[in-house]
Nanobody
Framework: QVQLVQSGGGLVQAGDSLRLSCTASGRTISNYRMGWFRQAPGKERSFVASISSSGTTTLYTDSVKGRFTVSRDLARNTVYLQMNSVKPEDTAIYYC?????????WGQGTQVTVPS
């Protein structure tokens, strides 16, 4: 029901910033909680951040608190992950995700690489 298309990944130096985008089609994001997950090499996919359907509540995993910010632009039907002060341990494939009637939908993923 919901299709998610990501952009904004790439190579970034430690301490610098990067913004990931996730654009939804099929439904307005105002009806959904949107989340960001990441999967580092050899590890399980894990939660990074989320924003409520109202846009008023955000959640972050401890390792990114104070550095990453999730936000949205309803006019563009897009959710963002602003990544500041990135660290080598942030290197992963990042996925946006949502639930539609209890069914998970995933973006295609985008690589973020922070060399050490």
């Amino acid at each position: 029901q919901v299709q998610l298309v990501q952009s904004g990944g790439g190579l970034v130096q430690a301490g610098d910033s990067l913004r990931l985008s996730c654009t939804a089609s099929g439904r307005t994001i105002s009806n959904y909680r949107m989340g960001w997950f990441r999967q580092a090499p050899g590890k399980e996919r894990s939660f990074v951040a989320s924003i409520s359907s109202s846009g008023t509540t955000t959640l972050y995993t401890d390792s990114v608190k104070g550095r990453f910010t999730v936000s949205r632009d309803l006019a563009r039907n897009t959710v963002y992950l602003q990544m500041n002060s990135v660290k080598p341990e942030d290197t992963a494939i990042y996925y946006c995700a949502t639930l539609d009637s209890g069914i998970p939908y995933w973006g295609q993923g985008t690589q973020v690489t922070v060399p050490s």
